[in-house]
């Protein structure tokens, strides 16, 4: 486990981030993954407690200590194996997730939580490095066949685990690149698309098929999925946005956020996109502090905003959180992370009052 | 009628019955019979008395008795009043007949008796009715009072003499005994020969110790001659009479226990074929079944010692077989000779040792003699006088001598021999016996001629054979990942277990979902109060492992000249040269052994209703290869594949050990087992346990090479050692000291496997909740081995996940859930009832996951619901509350001062734990002020508010093995004083606080030296019997009357008789302990795997005690994973008055489970001592209010549901309580709780909950008087002078005294001399225990066992009378255990004292004129000056304090255990330079001297004028015993003094 006074030794170190003046320049990431040595030092903070919060904090229930250890340990191939044990896309997660296991980590109740995340981020990182992630193909074939309709990252972890057991695995995905709103919805400076195009690469290479431009219920039916293969997964996400019935609403210029995200991705990615909104040398008012909230932040501030401000429901988080703890249950992430020097956040405002 | 034991009922077993004692003898040395004798014998039984026990009844004792020689003159005149004419004396017999009380049964008996005489061609003279006076007997005792005859017989003309008549007249009691067993009367069980001999007999019954003489009118007879008698007076831990269970027995009576019963009963059974007896004949079919199951430890003794007599060993022979000395550990036992040694280990082959705490005295009639198991554990006394008289017994003053005619005061030592022949006329000495038998033959020539040593045998080359994946074949055999990271990693890296801490929250085997190894099925029972356990560190030299695989000899074969051959070797862990050497014993041993391996596996394709046939082809198959001359055979799955399946290594081979002892082979071939399954402790204990001679765990070094990946060397080495350690461990927590007899001992019992899978494979073993049986069993294999050999992604590159250690999603099930922990803290930190009810729920509402047999059960209605209001208040209910015993030590100051806080305000308990109590702490807290007001801010790190009214005063103060911190003020500053016997966690172990923990206050609350590590012994040293537990309790009654004493036991079976005999030994209260409480640190093994859960062992005690009747009288508290108000009603329901609750509690202050209490790295400032992490503590004492009063809550709507207003209704009302209905499940289909659910059928007036008290007879005190006199003292400072005779029934003097200075004056107490008392004679035991400052006693005389325990201060002197003529430093003045846990004071002994003087000695200062074994042993401070010659094992674990050492002969360095101490020369005062840092700051040789001058002043000591004398020879021949830990710390305080200067 770690080291056993690692936690008392060693403070929290957060991944470097590139200079905002060169971050803002284009859509690369800007977060750095943690130096070898760094990651050990963030490993030893790990208590490896007798009940891993972190481990139920955490959505897929990765087996954060056991891998803490293992980087501690520098025993990085141990650790990606660990990973991919319960994580199908560690480079996904890695980059992009809000990081519940670190709001349940124990050393959170009065310390700050180990940084587990990049962690993640930096077994990944090496093990792609070394060419640890190489295609699994199955030693024996099952015959059956699984569609599974979206390519989303639920879709295509499905579509792996599948296909390594055996069977010949379809996905079927509405647009022309797989990866559902991972691809579509997340700005490239948080998350490379590069990424997605690996795995793609790897699982073909373990037998899945991908079917872009398919739009089941449209140019595929129903019933020749049920009629041509043994199962059928549906992994369609959830794209409908969350309206704001307040006054004003209908005015212009009012959008989505993933009306504005999207089409951005899309350019990135190297498509042209007719009549993209753009923020360019506008006022921008965000509406919601969270994840989404943030990309949009960040990429008005690559549009070349004039200025841009963002509401936020919940309260201003206090300087030092008071952490009398109630386990991983009713506390969010604050994530207010993409935020750089031009944005204005007003917190403890919500819209539908104002 | 029966014997008067109840049947086996619910989990009460007669089978668990206990006993220990008091025993005796008194002999003319040159045989000159005298009635004086019989009457000294009485006499002693009379001055014993107060160790044996009564039951619920005060006339119910639990029996005792008297065997004399044959007294012929009185026979002769009794058997001529009937007309019949006595052959010459020793060519008759006479025969005690205990017989049944109906006529019917009794001629049946008779008639069978005259019929086998008869027919053994002997002639029977006639009957004689034993006259007797049952008029003051107990009623209970009466009821079962069998009628008496004795038998006289004549010697037949078949019979060349008198030693051929007793071997036939053994030969006949034999076949009666079978006879009459096989009539199944319904009232045999009242018959019983006590004695059938031509040289003795035997009068023993029922009877307290003084009535023997009386209900027994023979015994007055002035013709009632004898040249020795041997008495023993029984402390039985049930009360229920058994006139057949009192001793003697036929030739020994016993003091003691015997651990390995069990084992040594299936050893002389496996025997069976193989012996034979060129003495005996065809007698010796005769005596088959030789010993009876059901016969207390003693009595089977006794047989197995009457078979080796018959065959033709003389009886010190005989002894020495039963009960060798340690003689395997040539390290540890520097000063045995070769001789010896080599007799003892050609001996061991023969027999394996009936082990366990010993004090047999034995006689055949011509010689007695007595001895003493390796460890001393029993105390045996003796003297002679000028007139032939030798008289010994459990303590001395029981049968007293004029001083001027004695001439020799000294004690049976460990494993040694007091033997008198009185046909010879003389005492031979221990030296003598065991010399002129260890050179009767030539054994050494025989053991070299005969030995393979495995270490010593070619090597072979092994080739690495799995046919499937390493991976596959861990996960085939149950691996997980824990096994690698958890059980594995550590034994590889540091060569032992690893620890662990905070109990076990998961679910037990049986109801678990995940796939069980049979292993896991079975836990380890352990020692307590009826044996202690052995420390195997600091006691090593009377371990050993080693272990003789193949066939034993002939254990009768007294005349061998050309003894078979043997193959030993150091420990019972093969690796793989070692197994493939035995695989090819043959031609390594040029054909002496043959060795064939036997395969585990079978084919998949015979599913799981396979397994049966497959073990019993393995069975037959054993057999058959023994009788075609195989003598070593391998049971070995190594053949395991994808095809094949591995039986249970455990099941395979106990059934193959207990087929071969049915048929008699077992003895003739060896059993070794070679299993993938065997990875960690508690796997290797139970296939020793079940049989194996030695097990080679393939899978672990083939695992081992693939985590070290390289040379395996070294990590073998480590994996071995760590087994071997563990092995000890296991053992020595039963108090077992050799592997040998541990093997095949079955000292486990059985949860969740159902009878007739135990009575097929595991034959003896006790299970109670029934079960899962051999189709589950071969089910849990099979999914096993089809998940590692199947495509299950999750298992495809990695081992289970485990979760039993520590909680893992995909793992096992545990209690403490992140989501049971969030809503407990919120609850309990908010006051939300509603949110506590969430919890309760999850903890309550297993019915998805069940994790404990009380998950289980159903609550059943009393009566129509009552309305909430009329139920019991919650105020009264928290009452009943009380938290665990967790030193401020293992917890912070903060943590354990808020529990204090908390029970304190609800009215409940607090527990200090093992480590003392701050006395700033007793005071009750005036004013609104805070925790570091009241403490010390500098020692408080967060500090908490306290309220007027307040205290930290810890209610129940512990009392533990080490004894830290226990002082007369500590023990009246008590509402109640516990004992802790056992713990949950680890019983039958102890433990130690490493030195970096021992902060300067922790240091200052325990006396000893900061850095100074502290070792807490696995027994208490003045406890290895239930009649030394009377005696701690009788003290701590003392040094506290107001104080309810405690004993705390855990759960396993047997624990019933055990509460039974601690009730008798009249503790006021007792706790049974779940096996899954514990908060401190202990191997992972003892967490997991001994102990039973506490609703067996609370069901268990219930039910025992409410038939002993002895409920009423003492309260029972019940702790182990006490959570919710559901928790407590079954608590209550199964008979508990009160309730201990430690995790929950912590849980409230802020514990998460990190279950890292042992690294001191507890994030939330809760089992911490740095300072650092101390300041995160965010505990308050009004969470932890609130969480008691939502229990008592839960409970209140609980009971007003059952409708029950009160609480003492429910308890003990286990009807109330069902199995829960309707619970689908393969694994729990089989359980059956009825025995836990049994309620004793007693009449009305039983009480099922307490509502009496003890009697601890403390009137009649000599104390009282010494109050009286020393009031003007007490009262107003002034000295007193008393002058007072004192006998050994006085027992623990001056501590009631004590305890008046130190409630009055606290630990500082008087000044010094302020009372002064002297007194003449033997002292009882405890003398001047827990003895005050400003107390001084000089007793002319002689002291028993435990002088100056707890000594806080005063000044204890004894020294001979001037009439006695021996010199007195060859003589002993006090008996063993002499200071133990003293912590300032000083004492004065002008003699020897016996073993373990000195022992956790903490600040106290002695001088002594010499001192048996294990002197000084684990003493952390204090200043001891030994005279004379000292024992072995000097100085183990010893970490403080410095011992002074005349070493006379220069032999001290064997002597002496070296591990953490170094020798030193007395260096001349005039070289110390003032003002450094030394023992007392001042130069060894000032020190000494003062003392030594100090004990000339008080003693007058000849011996110590004489070194006075000669004082510069004397000083160089001085060695200074110097604890390496203490000088470090010195070292390290000069060096931070010289930084600060």
Known sequence: MGKVTGFMEFERLSEANLPVTDRVKNYKEFVLHLTDDQAKVQGARCMDCGIPFCTTGCPVNNIIPDWNDLVYQQDWKGAIDVLHSTNNFPEFTGRICPAPCEAACTLNINDDAVGIKSIEHAIIDKAWENNWVVPQPPAHKTGKKIAIVGSGPAGMAAAQQLARAGHNVVVFEKETRVGGLLRYGIPDFKFEKSHIDRRVEQMEAEGVEFRVNHIVGENVSAEDLSKDFDAVILAGGAENPRDLPVTGRELEGVHFAMDFLRPQNKVVAGDTVPNQIMATNKHVVVIGGGDTGSDCVGTSNRHGAVSITQFEVMPQPPEKEDKIWYGQTGRLSSALQAHTKKAVTVTGRSPRKN | MGSGMPEQQGLYSPSNERDACGLGFVAHIKGKKSHQIVQQGLQILANLTHRGATGYDPKLGDGAGILIQMPDAFMRKEATKLGINLPAVGSYACGTAFLPQTKNGREACESIVARIIHEEAQTLLGWRDVPRDNSNIAQAAKDVEPVMRQVLIGRGENVADQNTFERKLFVIRKRIEHEVRALKLEDSAQFYFPSLSSKTIIYKGMLLANEVGIYYKDLQDEDMVSALALVHQRFSTNTFPAWDLAHPFRMIAHNGEINTVQGNINWMAARHESMRSALMGEDLEKLWPLIVEGQSDSAAFDNALELLVAGGYSLPHAMMMLIPEAWSNESANKLMDDDRRAFYEYHAALMEPWDGPAAVAFTDGTTIGATLDRNGLRPARYLLTDDDHVMMASEMGVLTFPEEKII???????????????????????????????????????????????????????????????????????????????????????????????????????????????????????????????????????????????????????????????????????????????????????????????????????????????????????????????????????????????????????????????????????????????????????????????????????????????????????????????????????????????????????????????????????????????????????????????????????????????????????????????????????????????????????????????????????????????????????????????????????????????????????????????????????????????????????????????????KIKQVASGRFGVTAEYLANADQIQIKMAQGAKPGEGGQLPGHKVSPYIAQLRFSVPGV??????????????????????????????????????????????????????????????????????????????????????????????????????????????????????????????FGFATAPLVVEGCIMMRKCHLNTCPVGVATQDPELRKRFTGQPEHVVNYFFFIAEEVRELMAEMGIRKFNDLIGRADLLDMQKGIDHWKLAGLDFSKIFHQPKVDQSVSLFNNDVQDHGLKNALDNQVIVLAKPALEKGEKVIIDLPITNTNRTFGTMLSNQVATIYGNAGLPDDTISIKLKGTAGQSFAAFLAHGISIELTGEGNDYVGKGLCGGRIVIKPPVAFRGVAHENVIAGNTVMFGATTGESYFRGVAGERFCVRNSGASAVVEGVGNHGCEYMTGGTVVVLGQTGLNFAAGMSGGVAYVFDEDGMFNKRCNMTMVSLEKVAVASTFTPGSINHLNQADETTLLALIDKHIAYTGSERAQALRADWENARSKFIKVMPNEYKRALNELAAAKKEAA
């Open chain 2, 408 to 954: 020799k005061k000294w004690r049976l030592q460990p494993g040694k021999m007091l033997l008198i022949n009185l046909e010879e006329g003389r005492i031979i000495d221990d030296a003598e016996i065991k010399k002129s038998l260890a050179e009767a033959k030539p054994y050494k020539a025989w053991i070299e001629k005969t030995r393979y040593s495995l270490a010593d045998l070619p090597k072979i080359d092994v080739q690495s054979s799995m046919a499937s994946s390493l991976l596959d074949t861990q996960q085939a055999f149950g691996y997980t990942q824990e096994d690698v990271k958890f059980v594995m990693q550590p034994m590889i890296a540091n060569g032992e277990e690893a620890s662990g801490s905070m109990g076990n929250d998961s679910a037990l085997s049986v109801l678990s979902n995940k796939p069980k190894i049979i292993y896991n099925y079975f836990k380890q029972l352990f020692a307590q109060v009826t044996n202690p356990p052995i420390d195997p560190i600091r006691e090593e030299l009377v371990m050993s492992l080693v272990t003789f695989i193949g066939p034993k000899p002939n254990l009768l074969a007294i005349d061998e000249t050309n003894p078979p051959m043997r193959l030993e070797a150091s420990q019972p862990v093969l690796t793989l040269v070692e197994l493939e050497q035995l695989r090819a014993i043959d031609t390594l041993t040029e054909n002496q052994y043959r060795a064939l391996t036997l395969d585990m596996t079978y084919p998949v394709s015979e599913g799981t209703t396979g397994m049966g046939a497959a073990v019993e082809a393995i069975c037959i198959a054993a057999s058959k290869a023994v009788r075609d001359g195989y003598n070593l055979l391998i049971l070995s799955d190594r053949a395991i594949s994808k095809d094949r399946l591995a039986i249970p290594a455990l099941l395979a081979t106990s059934a193959t050990h207990q087929s071969l002892v049915r048929a008699g082979l077992r003895t003739s071939a060896g059993l070794v087992v070679d299993t993938g399954s065997a990875r960690e402790v508690h796997h290797f204990a139970l296939l020793g346990g079940y049989g194996a001679e030695a097990v080679c765990p393939w899978l672990a070094f083939q695992t081992i090479a693939d985590m070290v990946k390289g040379d395996t060397y070294e990590a073998n080495k480590n994996f071995i050692k760590a087994i071997s350690k563990g092995l000890h461990k296991v053992m020595s927590k039963m108090g077992i000291s050799t592997y040998q007899s541990y093997c095949g001992a079955q000292i486990f019992e059985a949860i969740g496997l159902n009878t007739p899978f135990i009575q097929k494979y595991f034959t003896g073993t006790a299970t109670h909740i029934e079960g899962i049986g051999l189709e589950e069993v071969s089910t849990e294999s099979f999914n096993l081995h089809k998940a590692a050999f199947g495509d299950d992604p999750v298992l495809a590159n990695a081992l289970d996940a485990g979760g039993e250690y520590a909680y893992r999603i995909r793992g096992e099930e545990h209690m403490w859930t992140p989501d049971s922990i969030a809503k407990l803290q919120h609850a309990t930190r908010t006051g939300e009832a509603s949110t506590y009810k969430e919890y309760a729920k999850l903890i309550n509402d297993q019915s998805l996951r069940h994790m404990t047999l009380r998950s289980l059960f159903e609550i059943k209605s009393s009566g129509a619901p009552v309305p909430l209001a009329e139920v019991e208040s919650a105020k009264g209910i928290v009452k009943r509350f009380a938290t665990g015993a967790m030193s401020l030590g293992s917890i912070s100051t903060e943590a354990h001062a808020t529990l204090a806080i908390a029970m304190n305000r609800i009215g409940g308990k607090s527990n200090t734990g093992e480590g003392g109590e701050d006395p700033k702490r007793f005071i009750p807290v005036a004013k609104a002020s805070s925790m570091a007001e009241v403490i010390g801010a500098s020692l408080i790190e967060r500090d908490i508010p306290l309220q007027a009214g307040d205290s930290m005063r810890s």
């Open chain 2, 1013 to 1138: 590590g502290l070792i807490s012994p696995p027994p208490h040293h003045d406890i290895y019997s239930i009649e030394d537990l009377a005696q701690l309790i009788h003290d701590l009654k003392n040094a506290n009357p107001k104080a309810d004493i405690s004993v705390k036991l855990v759960s396993e079976t047997g624990i019933g008789t055990v509460a039974a005999g601690v009730a008798k030994a009249k503790s006021d209260h007792i706790v049974v302990a779940g096996h899954d409480g514990g908060t401190g640190a202990s191997p992972i093994s003892s967490i997991k795997h001994a102990g039973t859960p506490w609703e067996l062992g609370l069901a268990e005690t219930q039910q025992t005690l409410v038939l002993n009747q002895l409920r009423g009288r003492i309260k029972l508290q019940v702790d182990g994973q006490m959570k919710t108000g559901r928790d407590v009603l079954i608590g209550a329901l199964l008979g508990a008055d009160e």
